[in-house]
């Protein structure tokens, strides 16, 4: 199988086409890059959505825990990562508490 090539200056990236929304991704992202968005095309009315790109430390966790191999994060090589901030750690908690959506004031 080729490896897939990340998008230039893009450490995370979602190939909405194979995600079903289950939103395990978002609950594992400890930066809170990750947010559900509103989505009436999607089966659960809701698509997975990247909300602080920069934000995203490469740990890679999104990528490994996707069921449907839909979520990629660009090789520590052809990319620098951020650290993780507790400004990350804050939105990551929101998040979760705001039912895997972004709240409002991030």
């Known amino acids: 199988m080729a490896v897939m090539a990340a998008p230039e200056n893009t450490p995370v990236w979602v190939n909405t086409d194979r995600c079903k929304a ?3 991704c978002v609950d594992v992202c400890p930066a809170g890059v990750l947010a559900m968005r ?3 095309t ?3 009315g809701a698509m997975i959505s990247i909300v602080a790109l920069d934000d ?5 966790e999104c990528e490994l825990s996707c069921p449907d191999f839909a979520i990629y994060v660009a090789e520590k090589k052809e990319y620098k990562f951020a650290k993780l901030t507790d400004a990350s750690k804050e939105r990551a908690q929101a998040i ?3 039912n ?6 991030f």
């Open 22 to 24: 289950c939103d395990i």
């Open 42 to 44: 999607s089966v659960l």
């Open 100 to 105: 895997y959506r972004l709240p409002s004031g």
């Open 96 to 98: 979760a508490e705001n």
């Open 56 to 60: 995203c430390i490469g740990c890679n």
């Open 38 to 40: 509103p989505d009436p």
